[in-house]
């Protein structure tokens, strides 16, 4: 944007440290509602305005400079114990971060942000009750700066001086503190330019000095030669050293031209309340990220081809050194190829806690429009995942919270009525199992009705009356994500008009994952998220039918069957199959996929048991070729999306497999 | 042995200052009022000055500007009393170095000493 003096690099490095910061400021005022005056969360919600204050000042986001500023003011007093977190000082400030979130909004889109900023400044003024807070000019530094001296320093910048805020304690019971300060005064002129000082140098003449003296100094001095010049006066207790102006990240880069070490001050300013302070880390952008998956995934594939012709000339007993010698190459390329594919694997993977910070302010918002109480509770928040799953489950879990506050949770009456506490609970949990991640959603609400599933399935024509009486509860639950289904009593805005769950599914289905859901009535309802671990590759089952090589995903199977002739049994007119005394549905996949039928016929070979949306389908096939770890890829703009396929994938011996989708395959057989 | 020049026109002041600083091994030369300071700092180059602030015929800041005037390099300590901030502020931008305030106490006064005298 052409108003702001950053590049566009820099600009996507602000935004991202902004909606960090910004999210420390949610978490910290959440809690600052709930639990009141904390000196911890204080501090931390202190930091994050300071921080973004810098930052924002530094690429010149004049209206966000102002808006922190004038919060840090207000934390700043909440901090020091002189200003009370009532609930109308608390709205006050929440309604300064979503502004703060409009304005990285439209930024992000490149757009200037045109809102009015004035009365909400006012009214963080007159909380913090400071006169002056909107130093317009000084604000290109950290502090609040008198028009002239902001100004020589800048200039004194421009001419490679270092702009430091030399912070000198004196004693307490020092009998002439205005004497000490103006001997700390001449200490730092003798070492560069004093441009300015709190108090001023005619206050200090004037003895008008307490126990901090601030001094703004320009110098060419390494930090340790400015503390010592102020320590060597008599009665000084300490000195402080900040660099001072740009944003703390802007000042970071340029400390490699700054004499002295970054104060600790700044450092941890830098990084947004220190977490990541002693983690080297360097930002990357996600494309880049993406493009070395999709490498990787080139060489997973050739690894495998690879790995399939040594073994092949490996079979001739007389096997020349040369092909032995490739043979161990081969294995050692693949070793090598593993341990790279993990790495970026690793180097992908982000906390969960990312889409999970902004659930307790929607927690909290809705229950109270909706007139509930309900205690939230996250746990795992530090389960990892790959940023591209990451990008996918955000709405998905946001629209179970609300279905769970929306429909789930009753009011503090009928709760009381039920004989439960008047305040619901909301439980998230993230957690990492087998070779997936898993997301549970628990509510203690009023559960699932069956009988008003079974109707609304009859009246939406979705399901015959003996099959919806035939269906175990959990397979009735299982409904909820079919298309068009909705069993809100009414439509509300939260929820909107059933196109809820059955959205839910696809989402997390069409990133190979599953959704399950439990509920006891009366006690409560809890959604399953299964989620792979990456997008890029999965481990699929590699099944021969009608001469081609298909590949299941292995997530989706239960287990895989020698079907003997005569195990196929006829069901009203469907083909059935006992399993462990369970019946399920089976299909012989040549047939579903309309290929020449293998000569065997007659039902003999494997079934594939696979499961989706709670559901048990067998599938028959010619031949199990085993179980490998396959790449994505798309099927691409010129066949589209087929239902029934999740894409395709290159075998080692560089023919193609296409990637079924379960429950794609079934939905069209089972009505 | 270094030497320090003691300036109060309070003979019983410069009595004390001199038992104290001859007991720690400094040699001691006095003046009573800024005027003779001026002339003995000259003679003796002292390589420390204690100055009492109200003195007749010429003042301690006075003082102070005149020696530094002599000899920018001149050490100067300001001895002064309660409630003279506003003059000790004024001797420290005429050049003076330090201050200690009367009555001393024996070990603050030797402290400031050694400060500049080792």
Not at chain 1, 4 to 25: D, P
Not at chain 1, 82 to 109: I, Q, Y
Not at chain 1, 582 to 593: G, Q, S
Not at chain 2, 42 to 71: F, S, Y
Request: hydrophobic share 45%; with cysteine.
């Amino acid at each position: 944007m052409e108003s702001l003096n950053a590049s566009e690099e820099e600009i996507r490095i602000f935004l991202e440290e902004v909606e960090e910061q910004l999210e420390l400021l949610e978490t910290g005022l959440l809690k600052l509602e709930r639990e009141g005056t904390d000196p911890e969360v204080l501090a931390s919600l202190f930091r994050a305005a300071h921080t973004v204050k810098g930052s924002s000042a530094a690429v010149g986001h004049q209206a966000m400079a102002a808006a922190t500023h004038a919060l840090e003011n207000v934390l700043d007093r909440l901090r020091r114990g002189e200003l009370h977190p009532a609930p109308g000082v608390v709205s006050v400030l929440f309604r300064t971060l979503d502004v703060l979130r409009e304005m990285k909004a439209d930024l992000a889109e490149g757009k200037e942000w045109t809102g009015d900023l004035g009365p909400l400044l006012r009214e963080l003024r007159q909380m913090a009750e400071t006169p002056g807070i909107l130093a317009e000019a000084g604000i290109f530094f950290d502090e609040p700066l008198e028009e002239e001296v902001a100004e020589r320093l800048r200039e004194g910048e421009a001419q490679g001086l270092v702009p430091l805020k030399v912070t000198v304690r004196l004693a307490p019971e020092a009998i002439m503190p205005a004497v000490r300060a103006y001997q700390a005064y001449e200490a730092l002129a003798s070492l560069g330019e004093v441009a300015g000082s709190r108090p001023s140098l005619e206050e200090i003449e004037q003895e008008k000095v307490e126990a901090e003296v601030v001094f703004f100094l320009l110098t060419r001095e390494a930090r340790e030669g400015v503390r010592a010049a102020a320590a060597s006066v008599p009665e000084v207790l300490g000195v402080e050293i900040e660099r001072l102006g740009l944003s703390p990240r802007v000042a970071e880069n340029l400390s490699a031209e700054e004499p002295g070490s970054p104060s600790g001050a700044a450092r941890e300013a830098s990084l947004g309340g220190g977490a990541a302070g002693d983690n080297r880390t360097v930002r990357i952008n996600v494309e880049v990220l993406d493009r070395l998956m999709n490498l990787v995934g080139e060489l997973v594939i050739d690894r495998t081809h690879l790995a399939r012709l040594s073994t092949l000339l490996g079979r001739f007993e007389e096997a020349e050194e040369e092909i032995r010698e490739l043979g161990r190459l081969s294995a050692h390329l693949a070793r090598v190829t593993g341990f790279l594919q993990d790495e970026i694997l690793k180097a992908r993977m982000v906390s969960i806690d990312r889409v999970l910070k902004k659930l307790p302010r929607l927690v909290r918002d809705l229950s109270r429009s909706l007139g509930k109480e309900v205690d939230f509770e996250i746990r795992g928040e530090d389960t990892e995942l790959d940023r591209s799953v990451i990008e996918v489950i955000g709405d998905p879990i946001i629209h179970l919270i609300r279905n769970a506050l929306d429909h789930g949770i009753e009011t503090p009456e009928e709760r009381v009525k039920a004989g439960k506490p008047p305040r619901g609970k909301l439980v998230l949990s993230a957690y990492h199992r087998e070779n997936q991640i898993v997301i549970e959603i628990a509510d203690d609400g009023r559960g699932l009705d069956a009988e008003k599933i079974r109707r609304t399935a009859l009246e939406r024509g979705l399901l015959t009356r003996e099959r919806l009486e035939e269906m175990t509860e959990r397979e009735l639950w299982q409904l909820l994500f079919l298309s068009g289904f909705s069993t809100a009593r009414e439509v509300t805005e939260l929820s909107g008009r059933g196109v809820g769950l059955d959205l839910v599914r696809k989402n997390i289905e069409g990133i190979g994952g599953r959704v399950e859901v439990d509920s006891h009535p009366g006690r409560g309802t809890t959604f399953f998220l299964y989620l792979p671990l990456t997008l890029a590759t999965i481990r699929a089952l590699l099944v021969e039918s009608g001469g081609q090589v298909f590949a299941f995903p292995l997530s989706g199977i239960v287990e895989t069957l020698r079907v003997t002739p005569g195990a196929v049994k006829k069901l009203n007119r469907r083909e059935v199959m006992e399993v462990r005394g369970k019946v399920v549905p089976v299909f012989r996949l040549d047939e579903v996929l309309c290929l020449p039928s293998a000569e065997q016929g007659n039902g003999s070979g494997y079934a594939v048991l696979a499961t989706a949306g709670g559901m048990e389908t067998g599938f028959v096939v010619d031949a199990l070729l085993g179980e490998q770890e396959i790449v994505i890829k798309n099927l691409g703009g010129y066949l589209g999306e087929i239902p029934g396929f999740l894409g395709a994938t290159v075998l080692g011996d560089g023919s193609l497999a296409l990637i079924l989708d379960v429950r794609g395959l079934r939905e069209p057989l089972l009505n | 042995m270094a030497k320090v020049l003691v300036v109060d026109d309070s003979e019983f002041m410069r009595m004390r200052c001199r038992q104290l600083l001859s007991g720690q091994g400094y040699e001691v030369v006095e003046a009573s009022n800024g005027e003779e300071a001026v002339a003995r700092y000259e003679e003796e180059k002292p390589d420390l000055v204690m100055m009492d602030i109200t003195m007749p015929v010429m003042d301690g800041i006075t003082a102070v500007r005149e020696i530094k005037k002599r000899d920018p390099q001149a050490r100067i300590i300001m001895c002064s009393a309660l409630g003279q901030q506003a003059m000790v502020l004024e001797a420290v931008k005429a050049g003076a170095k330090d201050f200690v305030v009367k009555p001393f106490q024996p070990e603050r006064l030797v402290a400031t000493v050694r400060k500049f005298l080792g």
